[in-house]
């Protein structure tokens, strides 16, 4: 399994970035994907997740409202699309995948994931 993120880079505040994580190697449509983040030697908080049917959805509060997470299934790929930025964005994001039985469950633990991509870095200036 290999889960490949790509999008990170600079932007303004206020300004706009879309964050992809192209998932091979399982069978996409059975895995509940996330958004996480973090700051080098900090721990990693959670910033979105879905279901893998896309039925369901969920975001940290301070995203609510500005980042959108969905998924393309023909394409084996999840998407964070972040508007609105802020300085306190600035963070390594990392996708990560997990098998659900649920087509409805969201994942928002580090622990529920078992596959995990290499992270694509974020970096908002004020």
């Known amino acids: 399994v290999q889960l490949q993120a790509s999008g990170g880079g600079l932007a303004q505040a206020g300004g706009s970035l879309r964050l992809s994580c192209a998932a091979s190697?399982?069978?996409?449509?059975?895995?509940?994907m996330g958004w996480f983040r973090r700051a080098p030697g900090k721990e990693y908080e959670f910033v979105a997740a879905?279901?893998?049917?896309?039925?369901?959805?969920y975001y940290r509060d301070s995203v609510k409202g500005r980042f959108t997470i969905s998924r393309d299934s023909a394409k084996n790929t999840v998407y964070l699309q972040m508007n609105s930025l802020k300085p306190e964005d600035t963070f390594v994001y990392y996708c990560?995948?997990?098998?659900?039985?649920?087509?409805?469950?969201?994942?928002?633990?580090?622990?529920?994931?078992?596959?995990w991509g290499l992270g694509t870095e974020v970096t908002v200036s004020s």
């Open positions: 190697g399982l069978n996409f449509g059975y895995y509940a």
């Open positions: 990560a995948a997990k098998f659900t039985t649920d087509p409805s469950k969201v994942l928002t633990s580090t622990s529920e994931y078992l596959y």
């Open positions: 879905i279901s893998r049917s896309a039925s369901s959805t």
